[in-house]
């Protein structure tokens, strides 16, 4: 009990102790859930946190272990950037060098058992030759051994599973002229760099076979060793005064393996801050469920701090109180967060190794003091700021109050507040929102400003809803209700009633759960009207049943000119359409420029003008580009330092900024492969006939990838499915703490309305129709909750679409499916949050409710 004044001044620090402490035991089941929301949103930090340093430092080991035993690295900057045999004679006559191997590592495809080439991104597999000292290899032997002969291939162990290579049997490789050779399996490797990936291949021969089958004698890098008693500076330094060419560069063994890192470390740091935002919106959804607690236990204890106020309490030690509960509650939650991350570092791991994502074999977890901080202080500051407000209205309560009822707190002098912050707030996210979705591209590519200015503009309507939700919410609450209070009868209509009469409680509750469903129904709108404009763009622009595409074995490779020629042989094939593009200029900035081959039988969709004008001097431009540089059919145009007449614009993406005529781009950029061709089967003709008929064209031309239509809009299709579900797994967590959230308001609240609930007890209410009643309660919550972030989400996920796409070709899509599941999740989320709850109020004696004060 506190003492008086003189006493409470020396004793301020433990009174105010001992009252926390009190109340943390009084109500320590009622903070158990609001514990668990700070548990998973700390999680999310600290686990994102863990696994990315932990995949830094497994990457920085794995891609830097090529440079392992280097002490001096030699290249060339200048030519085709490959160093002469002689470069390696010179190495190894420095005075400190132990050992020294040049590295050649040349484009060189392997086939797959089906006869096409075995490719990671469209791009050719790699060749390295045979090292002598296992100390300079940028791999390591798996099993089996090294080539000894030309007629012998040792290939990366991830190729060798995937296309059941067999020690022992043949490995087919393609030289520059695309000739096949045969070769013999002797051993796989496990590749230092990572170069043999799930897609990709590596293949080990010799010195001598690797220039021929490549046509690129030479080494890439020459690697050496220092001799005992010689400093990794001193040879560097040895090694470049004997180089002496301003040609070649020498590096320390030290620099190069931060080098060979550098690549897989960034990518790693752009995947970590996308987790860390999808864990800030954790964090922010927990922040409200706290605040909703606190908000309810202290109006619940109004009477218990006026009595506090009553026999000396100052408003100082209210304060305290209150703010250490929440301290001590967020430090116990941030601290079994933290531990709560760490399990969660290793299910990231292994969650993106089931999706073929895998890291290296790593060790331990790379657990960080600035991890455990951030984990902790993140955890424990938004615990403390979410309830600061409420510890402040607990310092208001007039000592006088624990005398009198409890007045139940309408909020009706902020109504006229929060409709000016809301309409200020909604008129400036608006604005951003306009000026996203009409912003202009940037040539082609992704309109990166606009897309910025609709996530800002989201943001801030976003806030706008919030502010606004107490005021909105009930009437949307009784809509939603009317229809199960007509059928359900009495406990479904006063469910109804108890949630539209605390809106300031149902908005709180709501919001967790509105911010999940909103944020996982923009990326389902915006992802289904991206697919669909990428159907339709195919279907329209790219109106052929297979495309052609050659593997990027060397620059300027494409389809050669032979095939096409072997394709338009073919009488079941009846239009060939051959498409040439190379990097130029358009008005000053770097871009593509292509053209068509004569006879071309798909164009692109033209939006104004004709391209049957067409012609030298002439050009097309696309439509985006044409915005931006403010140009018009009729206008002129400088393409690659020359003068054209725009003769026509075009939308779509089967060419490239600007469409010269076959002439112009020939006298321009001379005479390559296509980089895509195009083919129509004949009318009438079986796809198993057109299929069977571009293969035998293409049996002589290895190096050319083929793909239906259909394989493409599967590919796209499951790429969209596969992104979906990433994101949904991560906004997952937010949902979860969202139904925590909901538990907890309506635990609190069976607590408060305990003799609210034993009077319709009395009354004739049954202990099934409280618990239905309770049960659709929160069902209610959860559904009006979904349905706002629902409307949110849709007009947020078609501005996103718009700003992010340059045409909208297939219209604006909604997976009416996949948002009739979020709404079910919902209300699911929303029924089993309010289980416990309900049981607890229908097993409640109604004596004892009656007597609570």
Known sequence: MLRGADSRRRATLPASLRVTLAGLRTHKLRLVLTAMAIVLGVGFVTGTLTYADTARAALYQRFAGSAAGVDADVRATGGDHRLPASALSTVESVAGVRAAAGRASESLPILAPNGRPITNFGLAGKGVNVIGDAGLR?????????????????????????????????????????????????????????????????????????GRYSGHPGYRQIVAHAAPGVSERQLTARVRAAIGSPHVEVISGSALRVELADDAISAVSVFSTALLVFALVALVVAAFVIYNTFTILLAQRRRELALLRCVGASRRQVFGAVLGESTLVGLAASTLGVLFGFALA????????????????????????????????????????????????????????????????????????????????????????????????????????????????????????????????????????????????????????????????????????????????????????VRASADAELSHSFRADYLLTGVQAEPGSGVPAAAVTALRNRPELAGITAQHSARSTVAGGRTTVSALEPGADLRPKTTAGSLTRLHAGTAALHQAVAAKLGRHVGDTVSIGGHRYRIVALYAGSMVGSALLSWPDFRAGYGTHPAQSVYVRARAGIPAADSRAAVDAALRPYPLVNVSSMADTKQQLSSSIDQLLGVFAALLGISVLIAVFGIANTLSLSVFERSRESALLRALGLTRGQLRGMLLTEAVLIAVVGALVGIAFGIGYGIAAARAALTGFAGGVQLPVGQILLYLALAALAGLVAAVLPARRAARTSLTVAMAEE
């Open 138 to 210: 940028p791999y390591t032997i798996h099993s089996g051994h090294l080539p000894a002969g030309d007629g012998q291939v040792a290939v990366d162990r991830n190729t060798a599973a995937r296309y059941h290579f067999r020690i022992g049997g043949p490995v087919t490789v393609v030289d520059h002229h695309q000739h096949r050779h045969r070769l013999v399996l002797t051993g796989t490797v496990e590749m230092a760099t990572g170069t043999g990936g799930r897609d990709g291949s590596t293949a080990v021969l010799t010195e001598h076979a690797l």
């Open 346 to 529: 290793y299910g990231m791991a292994a969650a993106l190794g089931a999706l073929g994502l895998a890291l290296p074999a790593t060790h331990a977890l790379v657990v960080t003091p600035r991890t455990v901080l951030v984990g902790v202080a993140a955890g424990l500051l938004v615990t403390v700021a979410a309830a600061l407000l409420p510890a402040v209205a607990a310092t208001r309560i007039a000592p006088m109050a624990a005398l009198r009822a409890p007045a139940e707190h309408t909020g009706r002098r902020r109504t006229a507040a929060r409709i000016v912050a809301a309409a200020l707030l909604g008129l400036l996210g608006g604005a951003l929102t306009v000026l996203g979705v009409t912003a202009k591209p940037v040539g082609t590519g992704e309109n990166t400003t606009g897309m910025l200015l609709v996530v800002g503009g989201g943001l801030v309507v976003f806030l706008g809803l919030v502010v606004l939700a107490p005021l909105y919410l009930a009437p949307v609450t009784a809509a939603v209700g009317y229809l199960p209070g007509r059928l359900l009868g009495p406990a479904a209509r006063l469910a109804g009633r108890n949630a539209r009469r605390n809106p300031g409680r149902v908005a709180a509750t709501s919001t967790p759960l509105m911010i999940g469903v909103a944020l996982m129904t923009i990326f389902s709108v915006a992802l289904a009207t």
